[in-house]
């Protein structure tokens, strides 16, 4: 297997003579040109500008953080690639999700600070917090009976409304999935769901979340998109104001639009976006590479690939809460390889939700190939090929179905 740890990237050398090559450093400024590593550009906000040709590479100088979605809405060819990629030694750079926060106030036990935004998801010294719950991290509350509208607990009728009111629920939908909405309404021992869910069994367990009521041990958050105030419960004798704290803001670290093909991502790590590393919504999308990537704590995927005969090969991804690789819709023909996944799906009310959620590496389609990939703790499946006529073999695959109960190491359907 090869490695994926290696802590230098190398310049990539372009032989191709008609691109164009843009760099990108946080030392930049967007009013430089852009077409040298001293001239280089700093934001994504600038490069979002930019009309690319086949044959263009993009270099993003190792060792920055450069936060936003960046958006690609042309094409290469079979001959003329456009590459997104490094330069210079040191780290990956990063492609950041999101966005930092300070100034934080003092409210007692827990800390204050204005935000306007959407957040999916808040860190501390890249580490994910948990959203505020009830009962906390690790307890569950057990369900007496329920339909896909409704759970009845005859416990409810001892807890103040304030516990359940205004707050989402997640509840272990089947022995597959756990299942998260919202209430709707909430009356003596009944809990009626905004939204229809999986029927689940009796004596299953769910719990509360997403209230500030629920807000009382360390490590909890809340954001009351309201009053644009974000809520963070630190460990005792942590002060956030001296700590890297960070929401997840940005959807996507690079998007495809319609139809385009022949792109490379190479060389480059992914973090904290509130939807995926690399995302490809269009059917429409052919020969996409992926090269070398690391991808982290995404909140739905690290990749999500709906496209034709994608490559992606010799990646990390790690603690990414929905799934680390999706390939659906038209998604035929692709291959993954020589991969690593470490810690993926491990969350039931963060991510996808439902039977999706959890698999570390999964296909809906046909014809897909799998092979030597090292996959260990995967919530769900380690690899989920469901369709026909898919290849997989050669893969190491430890500690799968970690928070279900009904699973494999590798599962196939339909």
């Known amino acids: 297997m090869k490695t994926l740890f290696a802590l230098f990237c190398s310049l990539f050398v372009i032989t191709n003579a008609t691109g164009t090559n843009y760099y990108m450093s946080n030392s930049g400024n967007d009013a430089n040109s852009g077409l040298s590593s001293s001239l280089p550009w700093q934001t994504i906000t600038r490069l979002n500008f930019t009309t690319y040709s086949p044959g263009d590479s993009i270099f993003f100088r190792c060792g920055d953080t450069f936060r936003g979605d960046i958006t690609v809405n042309q094409s290469g060819t079979s001959t003329s690639r456009i590459t997104f990629t490094s330069y210079s030694s040191g780290a990956k750079p990063i492609i950041s999700g999101a966005q930092i926060v300070t100034t934080w ?20 010294n ?16 057990t369900l007496d009976s329920a339909q896909g509208t409704y759970l009845k607990d005859a416990a409810l009728t001892s807890l103040n409304p304030n516990l359940i009111n205004g707050s989402k629920v997640c509840e272990h939908s089947s022995q597959w999935s756990w299942k998260k909405t919202s209430v709707s309404a909430f009356a003596g021992n009944k809990i009626t769901f905004s939204s229809t869910i999986l029927r689940p069994s009796n004596n299953y367990g769910y719990f509360l ?49 319609t139809s385009i093909s022949f792109i490379t991502i190479s060389n480059l790590s992914f973090e904290k976006q ?61 291959t993954v390889h020589h991969s690593v996944f ?52 050669r893969n190491i695959i430890n500690h799968a179905v970690m928070i279900e109960n009904d699973g494999a190491a590798i599962k196939g359907w339909g």
């Open 105 to 124: 106030t003092q409210m007692g036990n827990y800390y204050t600070t204005n935000y306007t935004g959407t957040i999916n998801n808040f860190f501390v």
């Open 209 to 257: 979340y997403d209230n500030i009521n629920h807000l009382d041990t360390a490590n909890e958050w809340k954001y009351n998109a309201t009053a644009h105030i974000l809520y963070y419960y630190p460990p005792t004798g942590n002060d956030p104001n001296f700590e890297t704290c960070e929401v997840s803001s940005y959807q996507n670290g690079i998007e495809l639009g």
């Open 342 to 393: 470490r810690n993926n799906g491990m969350s039931r009310n963060n991510g996808l939700g439902g039977q999706l959620n959890g698999t570390a590496l999964m296909c809906s389609c046909d014809s897909n190939y799998f092979h030597h990939n090292d996959i260990d703790s995967a919530g769900y499946c380690g690899i989920s090929a469901d369709g026909g006529h898919n290849l997989v073999e």
């Open 126 to 141: 890249n580490r994910e917090q948990t959203i505020a719950r009830y009962p906390n991290e690790h307890v569950y509350l």
């Open 274 to 334: 509130s939807n995926a590393g690399v995302q490809v919504t269009f059917t429409g999308c052919k020969y996409i590479t992926v090269d070398q990537c690391d991808f982290a704590r995404e909140y739905n995927y690290g990749l999500n690939m709906k496209g034709k005969y994608a490559q992606i090969s010799n990646s990390y991804f790690r603690e990414i809460d929905g799934m680390a690789i999706y390939i659906s819709g038209t998604g035929v023909g692709s």
